[in-house]
């Protein structure tokens, strides 16, 4: 074919009228007829009867123990809560594949989880763990910053505008999504006595959130919140969204020995009450409990799951600083190991950031503040040096330590 009639074959137009002019055996292309034939195959595609591009198959799924184990690499322990997660996430993914097929005869209910454990046991760690895991959009949103519409603070909607912001925007995909929503113990209800004054920050919180958890069509605002009046809203169906919930609920504990009375006297009483651990007594706890504490019925019965992390014993602290994949011996010996430095640390060391750890009642997290300061001299002092090891000895630690301590004192 000569260069002088080179022409689309399907429309006729020219090269010289079209920007580009794809050559076949008999014929050519251009690329306005290529748009518009991916356009109609598009439309014409089975696959355009489910929305979004969700295409996971059973095989590539990954079973509840696979979770699990996946989660073993970097949380200790707490089996229970990880088993109600996997599970949850497992069943989540199912339910997805579902939109996909065209049998829907007996149609899957999502199954939104709550998980209750003191500060430092890992609820937030459990999420940002699973969350390498997943193939859809998770965020992780703070609840203490929630106010109800028309106050000062976060609109309840501004949870799915970070869910957007994952998913860059694609609707589909943040209808899809997974949403741990951190301390939501914090919008428990301030008071069972009625008062003149809103509780805007509690109650008023748990309503708005009602919709969400529950599965409805919500206008939200791109770039959250009031700050910008003239954006256009963003309609979100939150129907298949999984919403996990964590909290302390620091006092909880109370609220069930009420109810197991277990400060009854009486020789029968010590009969019944033997059986119980006192010293982990949220393994009792029931969504009883948490009306009690503040949560309201709604809202307990759209979080149908209920789990518990269990407090942290001296073996699963010591086994937190070095056992998990990012452990946090390993993270500093990462760190020195950029500046050539190697990394030494005496048993006795880790025995006593544990014990450190035990008396501030600070759980995994105190862990981290302990060994931060043993460690913030030799952070700042020996990069720029020609030094390549250090070696962390038990007088080293309780010196550095009881520096920390007595500048703090001093200061205070």
Same mark, same amino acid.
């Given at each position: 074919?000569?260069?002088?009639?080179?022409y689309?074959?399907?429309?006729?137009?020219?090269?010289?009228?079209v920007?580009?002019?794809?050559?076949?055996i008999?014929?050519?292309i251009?690329?306005i007829?290529a748009?518009?034939?991916f356009?109609?195959?598009?439309?014409?595609s089975?696959?355009?009867?489910?929305?979004?591009?969700?295409?996971?198959s059973?095989?590539?799924?990954?079973?509840?123990?696979?979770?699990?184990?996946?989660?073993?690499?970097?949380?200790?322990g707490?089996?229970?809560a990880?088993?109600y997660l996997?599970?949850?996430?497992?069943n989540?993914y199912?339910?997805?594949m579902?939109?996909?097929e065209?049998?829907n005869e007996?149609e899957?209910?999502?199954?939104n989880?709550?998980?209750?454990?003191?500060?430092g046991t890992?609820k937030?760690?459990l999420?940002?763990?699973?969350?390498?895991?997943?193939k859809?959009?998770?965020?992780?949103v703070d609840a203490?910053v929630?106010?109800e519409?028309?106050?000062v603070?976060?609109?309840?909607?501004?949870?799915?505008?970070r869910?957007l912001h994952v998913?860059?925007y694609k609707v589909?995909e943040?209808?899809r999504?997974?949403?741990?929503?951190?301390?939501?113990?914090k919008?428990?209800?301030?008071?069972?006595?009625?008062?003149i004054?809103r509780?805007?920050?509690?109650?008023?919180?748990q309503?708005?959130?009602?919709?969400?958890?529950e599965?409805?069509?919500v206008?939200?605002p791109p770039q959250g919140?009031?700050?910008?009046p003239e954006q256009?809203? *963003?309609?979100? %169906?939150?129907?298949n969204? @999984?919403?996990?919930?964590?909290?302390?609920?620091?006092? =909880?504990?109370?609220?069930? #020995?009420?109810?197991l009375?277990?400060?009854?006297?009486?020789y029968?009483?010590?009969?019944?009450?033997?059986k119980?651990?006192?010293?982990?007594?949220?393994?009792?706890?029931?969504?009883?409990?948490l009306?009690?504490?503040?949560?309201?019925?709604?809202?307990?019965?759209?979080?149908?799951i209920?789990?518990?992390?269990?407090?942290?014993?001296?073996?699963?602290?010591r086994?937190?600083l070095?056992?998990?994949?990012?452990?946090i011996?390993?993270?500093?010996?990462?760190?020195?190991?950029m500046?050539?430095?190697t990394l030494i640390i005496?048993?006795?060391?880790?025995?006593?950031?544990?014990?450190?750890?035990?008396?501030?009642?600070l759980?995994?997290?105190?862990?981290r503040?302990?060994?931060?300061? *043993?460690?913030? %001299?030799a952070m700042?002092? @020996?990069?720029g040096?020609?030094?390549?090891?250090l070696? =962390?000895?038990?007088n080293? #630690?309780?010196?550095r330590i009881?520096?920390?301590?007595?500048?703090?004192?001093?200061?205070?």
């Open positions: 074919m000569s260069k002088l009639n080179e689309c074959t399907f429309c006729g137009r020219s090269k010289k009228e920007s580009i002019l794809v050559a076949g008999h014929g050519y251009c690329d007829c748009n518009q034939a356009h109609i195959i598009n439309e014409a089975p696959q355009k009867k489910r929305k979004g591009d969700f295409v996971l059973k095989e590539e799924l990954p079973c509840p123990k696979e979770i699990k184990a996946f989660l073993d690499l970097y949380v200790i707490q089996d229970d990880k088993r996997s599970v949850s996430v497992y989540h199912k339910r997805l579902q939109l996909n065209d049998d007996v899957i209910e999502k199954s989880i709550i998980m209750v454990g003191s500060t890992g937030t760690l999420a940002k763990t699973i969350a390498r895991l997943l859809v959009p998770f965020t992780i203490t929630l106010t519409a028309g106050y603070g976060e609109d309840i909607e501004s949870i799915l505008t869910l998913a860059d589909e943040a209808e999504g997974i949403v741990f929503i951190d301390e939501i113990d919008i428990a209800r301030k008071s069972d006595n009625p008062s004054t509780d805007v920050s509690g109650e008023g919180v309503q708005g959130l009602l919709k969400l958890l599965g409805s069509v206008n939200v919140g009031r700050k910008h256009k809203m *963003i309609a979100v %169906d939150t129907k969204i @999984l919403f996990i919930c964590g909290g302390a609920f620091d006092g =909880i504990e109370k609220k069930i #020995a009420q109810r009375n277990t400060q009854v006297i009486g029968t009483a010590s009969e019944n009450t033997k119980i651990d006192r010293n982990n007594l949220l393994q009792y706890i029931t969504p009883q409990d009306k009690s504490f503040g949560l309201i019925p709604e809202i307990i019965g759209r979080l149908p209920l789990t518990y992390l269990e407090p942290l014993d001296r073996n699963a602290l086994n937190i070095t056992e998990p994949k990012n452990s011996i390993k993270q500093y010996q990462k760190m020195f190991d500046d050539n430095v005496d048993e006795e060391v880790l025995d006593y950031i544990v014990d450190k750890a035990i008396e501030f009642k759980g995994a997290r105190g862990l503040s302990i060994a931060e300061d *043993i460690m913030i %001299d700042f002092e @020996l990069p040096t020609e030094q390549k090891e070696h =962390i000895s038990l080293y #630690a309780k010196e009881e520096r920390v301590e007595n500048s703090r004192l001093q200061s205070a």
